[in-house]
């Protein structure tokens, strides 16, 4: 036999090899979750849970350890330089970061309908405003609330927010509308922790009270989940403030 034949043959087998490796690393991809690292006191890491249980998205949960320092890991910096939770790999190994990056993504990709984050510009727009709220207005209450004491520049912002939140729930039942989104749940997850903090008072925010009664209703795995979230972030801040308290 020439070389010529033998080296055809060799390529031929490479090629199918390679081919088989391919089928093979294709269908594992395919097998597989989308996988989430998250820790249970992050209100965006609740978000994505939540929105994964509404459009029925089975993930594989993997916890990050802040006590381990387990964001700052070697192996989790490769994931996000950023060291922030959550991060969401899907099944083809492409990384996704931010909440409402994945929460969109989410039901974009894996969702059976629209609703929660709508195709439609005008109403997407709406959404994507109240998300923008949700992480440039309301959360940062709770990133200024880790001093000493609740102090008024804290109390000024709480209620700015409560007050934006309760006009626009003048126009609806939820954050954008009559119907549930995403912004919806972005919302009460961080809305839930608030509540521990800086209660909102129902004479002066009647729709936000009715509002989260509603979206205590919707919420699956609610109390299990999302409000045992909310206390263990609560408690992170209460202690943070009372070791401030004795510097």
Same mark, same amino acid.
């Given at each position: ?130 998300? @923008?709220?949700?992480?440039?207005? $309301? ?5 200024? &609330?880790?001093? +000493?004491?609740? !102090?008024?520049? *804290?109390?000024?912002?709480? @209620?700015?927010?409560?007050?934006? $939140? ?5 126009? &609806?039942?939820? +954050?954008?509308? !009559?119907?549930? *989104? ?66």
């Amino acid at each position: 036999m020439s070389n010529n034949c033998q080296n055809a043959k060799c390529r031929l087998r490479s090629k199918i090899a390679q081919k088989q490796h391919n089928s093979s690393v294709l269908a594992y991809y395919k097998m597989s979750r989308p996988t989430l690292y998250y820790a249970l006191f992050s209100p965006p890491a609740r978000a994505c849970i939540i929105t994964a249980k509404l459009i029925g998205l089975d993930l594989e949960l993997k916890p990050v350890d802040f006590s381990k320092k387990e964001h700052c890991s070697e192996e989790f910096l490769k994931l996000n330089p950023q060291h922030q939770i959550p991060v969401f790999v899907d099944t083809d190994g492409e990384v996704y970061v931010d909440s409402h990056a994945i929460i969109c993504f989410m039901v974009g990709k894996y969702a059976k309908d629209d609703q929660l984050y709508p195709k439609d510009l005008k109403k997407r727009a709406h959404v994507d405003h109240r998300l @923008h709220y949700e992480n440039g207005v $309301l959360f940062q209450v709770i990133i200024y &609330g880790g001093e +000493a004491e609740l !102090n008024q520049r *804290s109390l000024t912002l709480c @209620h700015n927010a409560y007050a934006d $939140l309760e006009h626009f729930l003048l126009k &609806g039942n939820f +954050a954008a509308g !009559n119907d549930l *989104s995403v912004a919806d749940v972005s919302i009460h997850t961080t809305l839930v922790t608030l509540e521990l903090l800086i209660p909102p008072d129902p004479d002066r925010y009647p729709q936000i009270t009715a509002w989260l009664k509603r979206m205590n209703l919707l919420i699956p795995d609610n109390e299990e989940m999302n409000l045992k979230g909310a206390e263990a972030l609560n408690a992170r801040i209460r202690s943070c403030m009372a070791e401030n308290k004795t510097k």
